[in-house]
């Protein structure tokens, strides 16, 4: 089984370098770069070899640590305001974000997720139906 590297802050410079074969999918995080950026990353790592290559949509930065982000066609304007409760809030962010992963061509999402004000049972109920949304895994699979 091969493993999969987070890229961070100019890690992009690892993929393809001999000794890391085991590496054999990507996780983007777009935290710290343009969407320009993430489309030609795409295509540099599926040029190296990488066959996987993951959205992270980073939404459970903390609002000091969110930088670009804002920025990327998915990030909600009112993040900051929103019940990240409401599953049509969640939706909306679904359907955004299966957009722009089949625009970058990524094979994968991960699970949109929120840092909560308080971890309870509520908010790891909402994190598993925001993952099985239909906005999501049906809008990005009948795209792919």
Not at 9 to 36: A, M
Not at 55 to 73: C, K
Not at 132 to 144: A, D, E, H, P, V
Request: net charge positive; glycine share 8%; with cysteine.
């Amino acid at each position: 089984m091969g493993a999969y590297m987070q890229m961070g802050h100019h890690t992009e410079n690892l993929v393809g370098e001999r000794g890391l074969e085991e590496f054999v999918g990507i996780v983007l995080s777009p935290i710290n770069r343009e969407y320009g950026s993430l489309q030609g990353d795409v295509q540099v790592f599926r040029n190296k070899g990488i066959a996987d290559i993951v959205l992270d949509p980073q939404l459970y930065f903390p609002r000091t640590e969110r930088e670009r982000i804002r920025a990327l066609p998915y990030f909600p304007d009112n993040y900051d305001s929103a019940n990240s409760h409401n599953l049509g809030w969640w939706k909306r962010i679904n359907t955004k974000l299966a957009q722009c992963a089949k625009d970058l061509g990524v094979n994968t999402v991960a699970s949109p997720a929120v840092v909560p004000r308080a971890w309870s049972d509520g908010y790891y109920a909402v994190s598993v139906e925001t993952a099985n949304l239909r906005g999501l895994k049906k809008i990005y699979s009948s795209s792919r």
